[in-house]
T-cell receptor, first 114, second 117 residues
Framework: DGGITQSPKYLFRKEGQNVTLSCEQN?????MYWYRQDPGQGLRLIYY???????QKGDIAEGYSVSREKKESFPLTVTSAQKNPTAFYLC?????????????FGSGTRLTVV | AQSVTQLDSQVPVFEEAPVELRCNYS??????LFWYVQYPNQGLQLLLK??????LVESINGFEAEFNKSQTSFHLRKPSVHISDTAEYFC???????????????FGTGTRLKVLA
């Protein structure tokens, strides 16, 4: 079945460490997105990519980095510069314009700083 | 700037009772509207969407939403809820006429629906 796979499901990070969250899709979607979800704040866009080798900052990109070397993959690195990284991270993809088709979401990665 | 307001953070309702989850958006220009559902520790799933045409849209599991342009609302309703409907529901809006060719997909803060036995 087609879908989006995020790994790991749970991730613990020590302060000062960089960590990378994986997102893979087999839907042949062009666009991919990373959102951060905090209780009571909804979803906030971190980065998005509409084509391979191109990506744009979202609303809260500081302290994060991404790459898009393959259509199927859009990994997110949470760097030590991100001061409050504990959150639920969601990856999504869309086949074209999101207002036409909506998003397909992965099941998320819960990151905790210890 | 475009914004989406979900007025209720939590809505408790008894099983088989009707429910309405409210959503208002700020823009008066053309928008596309969505409702997503999130079960615990999972991603979001598209529930229904309004792009154009009939202002009443329905999902396969009995939810419906009505686009009201004059009130800039897109409330979600279900005439009779089940325990399995317990989840968090997010309203989202996307604006269609971004001059730069990019887009912004704005989510509300979510409404937690708790169905009681």
């Amino acid at each position: 079945d087609g879908g989006i796979t995020q790994s790991p499901k749970y991730l613990f990070r020590k302060e000062g460490q960089n960590v990378t969250l994986s997102c893979e899709q087999n839907l042949n979607h062009d666009a991919m997105y990373w959102y951060r979800q905090d209780p009571g704040q909804g979803l906030r866009l971190i980065y998005y990519s509409q084509i391979v080798n191109d990506f744009q900052k979202g609303d809260i990109a500081e302290g994060y980095s991404v790459s898009r070397e393959k259509k199927e993959s859009f990994p997110l690195t949470v760097t030590s510069a991100q001061k409050n990284p504990t959150a639920f991270y969601l990856c999504a993809s869309s086949s074209g314009l999101p207002w036409d088709y909506g998003y397909t979401f992965g099941s998320g990665t819960r990151l905790t700083v210890v | 700037a475009q914004s989406v307001t979900q007025l209720d953070s939590q809505v408790p309702v008894f099983e088989e009772a009707p429910v309405e989850l409210r959503c208002n958006y700020s823009s008066s220009v053309s928008v596309y509207l969505f409702w997503y559902v999130q079960y615990p520790n999972q991603g979001l799933q598209l529930l229904l969407k309004y792009l154009s045409g009939s202002t009443l849209v329905e999902s396969i599991n009995g939810f419906e939403a009505e686009f009201n342009k004059s009130q800039t609302s897109f409330h979600l309703r279900k005439p009779s809820v089940h325990i399995s409907d317990t989840a968090e529901y997010f309203c989202a809006v996307s604006q269609s006429n971004s001059p730069s060719g990019t887009y912004k997909y704005i989510f509300g803060t979510g409404t937690r629906l708790k169905v009681l036995a």
